[in-house]
């Protein structure tokens, strides 16, 4: 048609438009170009925003994050002391605590150095010690998930219940008395040739208890691990330790800074 071979000598250039067509491309390379080097230098702008926004936020989360590290070499240092050759084995079983359990690893080593310390100051044996405590650290992430409530609080009841206190546990429908605890630990072979139970024969005959009325919830924090409640749990558990690792590097550096300003501090403070 008419209109299509106008459209195709306007394109190629062949008539007298053609000038205008080359001035109308040339124009047009330089308005791409123009706009290459704004989008050059407004990503360069950005990018230089984010960097200087992600040195002010490390800055602002140094101390979280230094702070994190201390407490897991704390934990690591009490878990240890506690369980002594089985420290490795709950050191490892704490690497995967945040995916597993909703629980940073310094959460988890914390709470199990805790009951550790229970267990072994009432006469347990370590290697007994470390599976009670272990098994008592990631119940709490079930009750928790099961009861909708947070872990540590989880983890204060069940210590409660450990040590005799009732009332903790009844909101978690663990109704444990002396009573019942001294019959399960006749039924658990733990009294002496008179009867009598010993305080570490409670906790164990408790122990058992808790276990036994806690099987609904048991495995919950698992069956609903994608439900939103959990994986928040996991992500901040994740991002705790997170921080631990990156504070790992940064502590031998405080350390030195703090016991720098300890030193000039005081004898400044003796001399005033």
Known sequence: SKLANEVIIFIRGKDETG?????????ASGLKSHLLDVGKTAAGFLAANVVGSGIKLFGSQLGSIVSNASNLQESMSKVNVVFGDQAKAVQDWAKGSAQNIGQSRQQALEAAGTFGNLFTAMGLGRTES???STNLVELASDLASFNNIAIDEALIKLRAGLVGEAEPLRSLGVNINEAAVK?????MGLADANGEVSMASKVQARYALILEQTANAQGDFERTSDGLANQQRILKAATDDLKAGIGQALLPVMVAVTKILVANVIPAVESA
């Open 19 to 27: 000038p205008a067509f080359d001035s109308a491309k040339r124009s």
């Open 130 to 132: 470390a599976g009670l």
């Open 183 to 187: 019959t399960k630990a006749l039924e």
